[in-house]
């Protein structure tokens, strides 16, 4: 039977992951995604989960640990946070070209000196370029239902790539909300037992990952450009197979939020958009045309969802939780590559770096630059919002 | 209904996090749509750490921190002293106080509707630890309507129980109907003077580079090595230790496990304990092997 729970995000990732019945969980604890193994840990010894728990040396040992795993064909996951993940970096790019579809749950925090607890997204957009998908969610609801939909999307013939849901630190990780727990059973039958592509077994030996040379390397890095392309459908059609059995839809690569007759947007990513949901409806009762589009995968990029989306806007900013330094937010970077000779202006906008509070006036504030910038005043391409000095 | 907001002023250990989970789950029980979560800079028992908690019959979109909150919950009194509590409290707003005094003793910084409770004697008396939230919980019930008494006792039961264990489910929703049957209604002071904390909040032109701080004042306050010392962390706990000299062997593992480093060693060997950095923890009585040192409770309700 469905429940209701008061579930933190933390919680509602290792509810999302009981249910779909991983069988190997490799694992190192790191603030603030503890809770999430510690979580998984209880139902294994309830007896809710039956999965070999493996507490790994390091990160990098838990990555390996899973590439191991999920070779033999089974289904496969495990959790980190900033430093673990910049720790499992070498590994991580071996399941994309191996193809097994491992789900890892990163809880977004900020990375290096300052040593900071709360979130920023230099931890996993560092990580775009590795291969996995990659996405990002708003609410505890949305970290369930993504841990489901993330193994169905990783899983089908037609993608086979792992799969990287993060969370932001705190803000979601640590935030009570209610969330609707699906039922066993519907789970179950959304999400067949995991029919690997390939799979080591002595009875029928075969070599993964084997060392090749250059006259391969170019061949087998395009098939894998080509193959997160391939998977964009199959992220929308999961997502529609999973509001029939379900009842919530996310939209797929993005999701929009009044933006019918919108002249300027923002492009937002995580908890974020959800407080630029009450600056949107403020300014929408002002009478000022505003809209949202919630960019929820990075990985593969909706170039062409966002193309389409901001077809009649005037003007067009871009949220970024990260900076490349000084090559601007990679969100901004991938969303101005997306409108190249559009002529639409494309701004990015800079805030909440290492957990800083995201207020209402902070989204106003940002529209504003917007509003500037769609009568066509000359504006920064980049602007850093809540920052103490003069910039 | 409209948002209810609230927010929580504890310190680490106390379990202000929790108390706002819990209050959360609470308004799930009754149907509505609930959100709570947690704010703090070290992760430090004794150290002053925020919670919020929305409740609302309509999705919360809003995830910034409270800074008008509707109810106002202070698990610790000496924050008054430190923090501005009372900021931004709604007008018709309530607090809800931790303290063995009376709501009109009570100088809050605002006159405001106020439930005082003595939740530490509670917590003490029937948990055995200075754990005050769910004591607290049972005040917040008291003070205003917006979640039943019984919901939070289920909340406890489900967020406790799971945790602990069924007894210790029990005890802390006992602990929350004794709380709310001994909470006191009143209206508090507002004398006290609500300052901003002297915070040194330099601009990135300020920010010293390389993340190094040398030695240095900045606006009356020292910054960077020896700045703790002006961090009189001996206000953060509920008691103090007291020392018994000819019962000490001079082991010296007190000196070596207190976490402050406020216990000194003379040159006759004797321990020194500065109290003004004491925060109560109680590790020293623990490891003494003589029984040299016993905790004693502080404040109004020693």
Known sequence: MRSVKALTGNAAAAYGVMLCRPEVIPNYPITPQTIIIEQIADFINDGELDADFIPADSEHSAMSMAIGASATGVRTFTTTASQGLALMHEMLYVPPQVRLPILLVNVNRSLGAGSGIWVEYNDSMAERDSGWMQAYAEDSQEVLDMVIQAYRIAEDPRVVL?????????????????????????????????????????????????????????????????????????????????????????????????????????????????????????????????????????????????????????????????????????????????LYGSGIPITDHIAGIGGRDLKVATFKEMFSVLDQSASGKKVRDCTWHGLRGEM | MNMYEIRFHGRGGQGAVMAAQTIAEAAILEGKQAQAFPFFGAERRGAPV??????????????????????????????????????????????????????????????????????????????????????????????????????????????????????AGRLNSSAAKAAFDRSREGTCKGERKIQRKNAWLPTWQETPPGVALPRTTKAGMAVGPGSMSQNLTGSWGVSNPIYDDSKCIKCQRCWFICPEGCIRRSDDGALRFDIRYCKGCGLCAKVCPKDAIAMKRKGASA
Do not use: W
């Open chain 1, 162 to 338: 792992p799969f990287m849901l993060c969370l932001d630190g705190f803000i979601l990780s640590h935030t009570v909300e209610r969330v609707e727990v699906p039922d066993q059973e519907e789970v179950d039958s959304f999400l067949p037992k995991f029919k690997p592509l390939n799979r080591l077994d002595p009875k029928d030996p075969m070599s993964i990952n084997i060392a090749v040379s250059p006259a391969h390397s170019m061949e087998m890095r395009y098939q894998l450009d080509r193959q997160m392309a391939n998977a964009r459908p199959v992220i929308s059609e999961v997502d529609d197979l999973f509001a029939k059995a379900f009842g919530r839809r996310y939209g797929g690569l993005i999701d929009t939020y009044r933006m019918e007759d919108a002249e300027t947007a923002l492009i937002t990513i995580g908890t974020a958009t959800s407080t630029a949901r009450v600056a949107v409806d403020e300014l929408r009762s002002e009478g000022k045309k505003v809209g949202l589009i919630k960019l929820r995968f990075m990985r593969p990029f909706p170039h062409e969802e966002i193309r389409k989306a901001v077809k009649n806007v005037k003007a067009l900013g871009v949220f970024d939780r990260s900076i490349s330094v000084n090559g601007f937010g990679p969100v901004f970077t991938e969303v101005r590559n997306s």
């Open chain 2, 50 to 167: 925020m919670a919020f908690a929305r409740i609302d019959d309509k999705r919360i979109c809003d995830r910034t921190q409270v800074s008008e909150p509707d109810m106002l919950v202070v698990m610790d009194e000496s924050l008054l002293e430190i923090e501005p509590v009372a900021a931004g409290l709604k007008k018709g707003g309530c607090a809800v106080v931790n303290s063995a005094l009376a709501p009109s003793e009570i100088d809050l910084g605002v006159v405001a509707r106020c439930v005082s409770v003595d939740a530490t004697s509670i917590a003490l008396e029937m948990l055995k630890a200075p754990i005050v939230n769910t004591s607290i919980l049972g005040a917040m019930a008291r003070a205003d309507d917006f979640v039943k008494l019984e919901s939070i006792q289920q909340a406890i039961m489900n967020r406790f129980g799971e945790k602990l264990g069924e007894k």
